[in-house]
């Protein structure tokens, strides 16, 4: 009988020794496990590190492998790392070799899939619908977080349904279309989701072949090549390349956007895949927004001569972006300007400031996420899209807890004792979702403008 993975991984000395004579993540150990297989591009070293036979390798190639049988009516097809398939009835573009891949997750929310699927922080993911409705309200051409769609495919339990909403200008299938983004329809999500949460975000392979024909086996060896979202810098891809100006405020009924045009702050955001209501939020609140690319530097940003910066939030591992944007925080920090982050700008915020983040097991995606204050004891429900999370127990003197989630318990919100610096796990502008958190934009213009109440407002609140 060959060896499993977990074998393997103790024949080499444990998970930390297996991943440095392997060289790599033990979160790439994790995946293996998950899949009960090991890509084939690490063969070689695990065949010199341990001197098994090929075969012996889960995941080898077996001889005279079976083709497969296409349920009838299925056009498309979710594969997952350790074989799984999930049969289903494609959506949206059809897709050529090499078929999208990235990590599952599943989102909870139950409107809003346009900003969703068009949010930069879910770069390299496939998303999961929970809710079983999706498409009745359509799609239009304000709704967009980002001119390209971010998520690399999407998942539904039922057809699309037709647009019942006023300001919808297509249908959802068709928008799909034209972004070139594949989904599939008629999957069990709530086997799906069960997966994704008894056994972490899983590597998955969206096909929807116009010729119909499914190689399985290359599907999965696809998903098991694939090295998974920890260590992946992918601020860097959705970020702008130069800087711009914002003015644009948030969507008003009846007239629609408007613009700011008296501004009283200027506020520099550093674009880690910004979200367009975030900048929206800023200039509603009475800012002028500079936006600058993630490798901004500390001269870069402060040359502009902001009264505040802003951490947007973007996809992709905190470690890995932190080689450049961390430098670069600190010099902001050295320089006393106020700051405020959020998502993936929390976390770097956390790293700039000495703490430590890591890889939840399952990540928070939706928009009915609840958050508690530590200060007020009030709970905001909240819009959230992140994998990774701040390490409580590395925060350092002088950097406290102001929020956590009442979901598992992880950190959702940091601040500074001795300066106006602070940050968030979650989404206050939401878009999709609730508005509960949009003070804290109010709070930051506060504290831009440098009055005494909000001095004691950040030492006592925050």
């Known amino acids: 009988m060959s060896p499993s993975v977990d074998d393997l991984i103790e024949l080499l000395g444990g998970a930390d020794a297996a991943a440095r004579r392997l060289g790599v993540g033990t979160e790439a150990l ?30 080898a190639p077996e001889a005279d492998m079976p083709p497969s049988e296409v349920p009838a009516e299925a056009t498309a097809a979710l594969v997952l790392a350790d074989g799984a398939v999930f049969w289903g009835r494609g959506i949206g573009a059809q897709t050529a070799a090499p078929a999208p891949v990235g990590e599952l997750c599943f989102n909870t929310g139950m409107t809003g899939y346009q900003e969703t699927l068009t ?13 079983p409705h999706i498409g009745n309200v359509g799609a239009n051409g304000q709704d967009l977080e980002a001119t390209n769609v971010a998520a690399r495919g999407m998942v539904v339990k039922q057809d699309l349904t037709a647009p019942s909403n006023w300001r919808a200008a297509q249908p959802l299938d068709g928008w799909l279309r034209s972004q070139g983004i594949a989904g599939i329809a008629g999957v069990d ?28 086996p290359a599907l999965q060896a696809q ?46 955001a550093v674009d880690y895949g910004a979200k367009r209501n975030i900048l929206r939020c800023l200039a509603a609140a009475g800012c002028r927004v500079t936006v600058v690319p993630a490798t ?27 080689e450049y944007a961390v430098p670069a ?24 400031l000495g703490a430590r983040t890591y890889k939840l097991e399952r990540g928070h995606h939706g928009a009915n996420q609840p958050v508690k204050d530590l200060a007020t004891g009030r709970v905001e429900i909240t819009s959230q899209n992140h994998g990774f999370a701040v390490d409580d127990k590395s925060l350092p003197e002088g950097v406290r807890i102001t929020h956590t989630s009442l979901f598992d318990g992880s ?52």
Request: hydrophobic fraction near 40%.
């Open 30 to 59: 994790r995946k293996w496990r998950q899949a009960r297989a090991i890509p084939a591009k690490h063969w070689p070293a695990l065949l010199a590190a341990t001197g098994l036979p090929l075969s012996d390798l889960p995941g």
């Open 119 to 131: 949010d930069p922080s879910y770069a390299g993911q496939i998303i999961c619908f929970t809710f």
């Open 189 to 216: 999500t709530r086997a799906l989701t069960l997966r994704i949460r008894d056994g972490g975000p899983p590597t998955g392979v969206l096909a929807h072949p116009a010729d119909g024909r499914f190689d399985l």
């Open 223 to 268: 998903a098991q090549a694939w090295p998974g979202l920890e260590g992946m810098d992918l601020a860097r891809e959705v970020s702008c390349t130069q800087s711009y100006q914002w003015d644009e405020m948030e969507w008003a009924w009846p007239d629609g956007f408007s613009r700011q045009t008296a501004p009283r702050h200027h506020v520099v």
């Open 296 to 322: 901004a530097s500390a001269e870069d940003i402060l040359r502009h001569q902001p009264d505040g910066v802003f951490l947007s939030n973007g996809p992709g591992d905190p470690a890995a972006t932190a």
């Open 329 to 352: 925080i600190q010099g902001v920090l050295g320089a006393g300007v106020p700051l405020f982050g959020i998502c993936l700008g929390h976390q770097l915020l956390a790293l700039a």
């Open 411 to 462: 950190n959702e919100g940091i601040a500074c004792d001795d300066r106006p610096v602070f940050s968030v796990q979650y989404h206050p502008e939401a878009s999709p979702g609730p508005s509960d958190s949009h003070y804290l934009f109010e709070r930051f213009v506060k504290a831009m403008a440098g009055s005494r109440d909000t001095e004691d407002e950040v030492t006592e609140v925050y």
